[in-house]
């Protein structure tokens, strides 16, 4: 029995058995916020380029709110059916900036308005990603105790395309 207590060979793997837990929850929480950086940049860019086609008044711009959705969708990568049921967009025309201000604050409905040429449009988005590790959730809109929700906002003026 003495012989047993003074053995230390396996200390180092019960210390490891104490810290490795907090270890891969670091590295595992690391992994997320990169991933959420990753999430929140793609749905900018896809908000920015799918409104460029409003904005311009391209003939394949969307025409409705899923179909826009579907732009979205297919410019952030990724199952289109997954990325659709996350997705919540909303796309207003006003008449005066002051008066789009009021509105961008709001989330996103569903209401599709892509207006006209000379016409000011918010376009909102937001994206309901799910969470690996809970501690990432305080520091983003939380729908729930393991998803957060990413949010694009655009602003513009339609040009003269008319």
Known sequence: MATFRRDEG????????????ILFLALFSIV??????????GLDNAVAD???RIKTGRDDSAASAGAFEDQICARM?????????????SVQKFDRFSDANVSVNTQPAGQ???GSA???????ANYV???MTPFIATAYHRDGP???????RAAFKNEPFE
């Open 112 to 114: 599709f308005d892509k």
């Open 146 to 152: 393991m998803q957060v929700t990413l949010g694009a």
């Open 10 to 21: 396996g200390a180092t793997a019960v210390e490891f058995a104490f810290v490795a837990p």
């Open 50 to 52: 799918t409104s460029r």
């Open 129 to 131: 990603w799910p969470l």
């Open 77 to 89: 990568g990724g199952s289109v059916t997954e990325c659709r049921s996350r997705l919540t967009v």
């Open 118 to 124: 000379g016409d000011i449009v918010i376009v909102k």
């Open 32 to 41: 997320e916020i990169g991933m959420l950086g990753m999430m929140s940049s």
